[in-house]
């Protein structure tokens, strides 16, 4: 008996509860407390990296645009960087706001996105409708001035896709100023909220030292007071000439995390309305014409809502590149749990997993094989069908509930 | 300013740059005997603070290339360290155990690409499943899917 560990493990995933998304941690508790953290990813490999290598240079940002739903205007970003440090080449100013305005409304939604996921795995869903609600009017202003609510594709090497309309600019500004009062009475709630604060203050704390150790990036470090914003270090885009301030909390804790990332969005909104008046003015076009890359090297990078987004490409002066390297802030930022899990209590661990808001689907899409004859179970077709008809089940539901209202 | 760093690490490991090539003033690549890597990583991470961003493993026509991006977020700079490793049997000093950041990534450059990463305190696989057969690298050139397609289609 003496020689029993008394350690036990609990498993979280490889579906996320909450999160729907595929991670395994594993728990290794001693009653209450959390002892040890293991992590196991890969469960949504997509060999991204190996397919950028098939892809032309146009066709890539598409491609990396779609590793995550939520910030998907970040990938494409640090890719025509990337692209574009290869060329060496300059964007015309008007490009610059644009992408500098794309990038900040979608940290933003994303931002909002966070919070109402963090009310609702506290169980305060309360929070989690709120932030949705006021995340909504940023998702139709994407959709105005891109045509789309997510997956922008507005990003090209050289320049963006689509110019901005100037009068879609007065109802741009009306949107954005009317987000700042909702936003900032709904901090104000969210922050003096007793059961927020008992929930997230001093639970999951990063120190400074563990930061700069694992490298964390975004909300992450600048919660634990390191002020790493590669808009801020490494300007790139507009963001040298706007004027804003990086948000530095010192604490570490997820309660200092959630202060960031509202913080954050105001920092976000001033950025918009300044690109949004400049774009009144600069007119020197769109598209700086990128018609070949030379062979070389680029580093491109993007200061995502969840850190630093950063792509590397190796071109041989054909139209591919020869080697694509993307790496996404959650490489970095989910190590961290080692040490932010480990002595608090398994009811903690849950948000204290989710304050990096973590983007599985950045790190690592689905395929089922047979484990025995390793052949695919499901393909294209197959998926396409399943979709159809569930599609046609709903139609039929939808139709027989009209029919019963009308007549 | 710019070039205080430079100076700083020849005058330290001028024996071990292979290559210096400065891109632009905000990216220099530096070519490192893979004997001295460790040493060199540790002073760019330790003594002039720079952030580990990433390590990006490439099968080369040379041999297989690691570069491991460090950031300098006070000066605007990429200092770019590579090593180029044997293609036989491409083999390193991991710098894990130096800088933490590089853990996960090394396990990942171990399981895509074949690259041994000697001394890593824990070499399991990090994206790819465990009964993942050995010898099995698909970021390679001349990798053929072990399920008898070419590139990760079915046959």
Partial sequence: MATKSKTQIIPIGPYHPLQEEPEFFKLHVEGEKVVKLEIELGYNHRGIEKLAEGLTYDQIPFLVERICGICSSSHPFASVNAMEDIADVDVPLRAKYIRTFIGELERIHSHLLWLGLAGHFLGYNTVWMWAWKQREPVLDLFELITGNRNHYAMFKPGGVRRDVADEDIPTAMRLLESLEKPVMMFTKIALQDPVLQARLKNVGVLTKEDCVELGALGPTSRASGVPWDVRHDHPYAAYGMVDWDVIVTQNGDVFDKAVVRLLETFESVKICVQCLEKLREVKDGIDAELKEIPPGEGVGHHEAPRGEVFHYARSDGTNRPIRYKVRAPSFMNVPTNHRAVVGYTVSDATITLAAIDPCYCCTERMLVVDANSGKQVMGWKDLLRLSQEKTHRLMEKYNSRMDRIWT | ?155
């Avoid at chain 2, 710019?2 to 690549?29: C, H, M, N, Q, W």
């Avoid at chain 2, 004997?35 to 041999?63: C, N, Q, W």
């Fill in chain 2, 1 to 155: 300013m710019a070039d205080e760093v430079l100076e700083g690490i020849k005058a330290k490991f001028g024996g071990a740059i292979v290559e210096v090539f400065e891109k632009s003033p905000r990216r220099t690549y530096i070519t490192v005997d893979p004997a001295s890597l460790p040493e060199v990583a540790e002073y760019v991470y330790k003594d002039l603070g720079a952030r580990f961003s990433i390590a990006t493993g490439m099968h080369m026509v040379e041999g297989f290339e690691v570069l491991y991006h460090f950031a300098l977020d006070n000066a605007d700079r990429f200092l770019n360290l590579r090593v180029i490793l044997d293609l036989d049997k491409p083999s390193v000093e991991s710098i894990a155990t130096r800088v933490p950041a590089t853990e996960w990534i090394e396990r990942e450059m171990h399981e895509l690409l074949g690259i041994e990463f000697r001394n890593h305190p824990d070499m399991r696989h990090l994206l790819l499943d465990d009964d993942w057969p050995e010898g099995n690298y698909p970021l390679r050139r001349d990798w053929k899917d072990w399920r008898g397609g070419e590139n990760g289609n079915e046959k």
